[in-house]
């Protein structure tokens, strides 16, 4: 069966400060992979998603990146950390064909002081 | 418009009663429909995905489809304490060579003992 990790689970970050978060696929190959944050009370965001190794669509402009450094590995980061950046940030996966039924990690709760 | 609408709740049941959630979106040409939980604090976990127009039961959970009306909602039935969560609607948007979930901003479920 395939599972989706996510670390760390908790992060306190100064602002200004960088940021790097891993997620990790098991038990499947070619996966596409996403990043959403979901800020409190407020609805999931996509932020970027991939279909392959190196391959990264970005939805929406702003002081996040994303790597995809090997098949199953999704990188999320972030040079200098702004106050709006804290949030809930989970990362999903689906199969590269067939139904598009997505699949969360358990996600990173982000706080920028 | 959003292009995914539920009502924010809270929906507040008996133990027992039928809950009913609903959701309406904007894009005529979407194909899938999913339902996800989100217990406080955790991450989504998909309970319903439907794709036809009708009914489609698993267990307490049943999911409806009007794609004319543009309307999908999920049924709870016999509803449990435990059930008490944000529920969010998911409607798939074609990308070129992925799929986008549009997320509702979720109803929340309360089921009082």
């Known amino acids: 069966s395939q599972t989706i990790h996510q670390w760390p689970a908790t992060l306190v970050q100064p602002v200004g400060s960088p940021l790097s978060l891993e997620c990790t696929v098991e038990?499947?190959?070619?996966?596409?992979l996403y990043w959403y944050r979901q800020a409190a009370g407020r609805g999931l965001q996509l932020l970027f998603y991939?279909?392959?190794?190196?391959?990264i669509s970005s939805e929406v402009p702003q002081n996040l990146s994303a790597s995809r450094p090997q098949d199953r590995q999704f990188i999320l980061s972030s040079k200098k950390l702004l106050l709006s950046d804290s949030g809930f940030y989970l990362c999903?996966?689906?199969?590269?064909?067939?139904?598009?039924?997505?699949?969360f990690g358990p996600g990173t709760r982000l706080t920028v002081l | 418009q959003k292009e995914v609408e539920q009502n924010s709740g809270p929906l507040s049941v008996p133990e027992g009663a039928i809950a009913s959630l609903n959701c309406t979106y904007s894009?005529?040409?979407?194909?899938?429909f999913f339902w996800y939980r989100q217990y406080s604090g955790k991450s989504p976990e998909l309970i319903m995905s439907?794709?036809?127009?009708g009914d489609k039961e698993d267990g307490r959970f049943t999911a409806q489809l009007n794609k004319a009306s543009q309307y999908v909602s999920l049924l709870i039935r016999d509803s449990q304490p435990s059930d008490s969560a944000t529920y969010l609607c998911?409607?798939?948007?074609?990308?070129?060579?992925?799929?986008?979930?549009?997320f509702g901003s979720g109803t929340r479920l309360l089921v009082r003992p």
């Open positions: 999903a996966w689906s199969k590269g064909s067939g139904r598009p039924r997505q699949f």
């Open positions: 894009d005529r040409g979407s194909q899938s």
């Open positions: 038990g499947t190959s070619n996966p596409n």
């Open positions: 439907i794709y036809s127009n």
């Open positions: 998911a409607v798939i948007l074609r990308m070129d060579s992925s799929y986008k979930l549009i």
């Open positions: 991939s279909v392959g190794i190196g391959q």
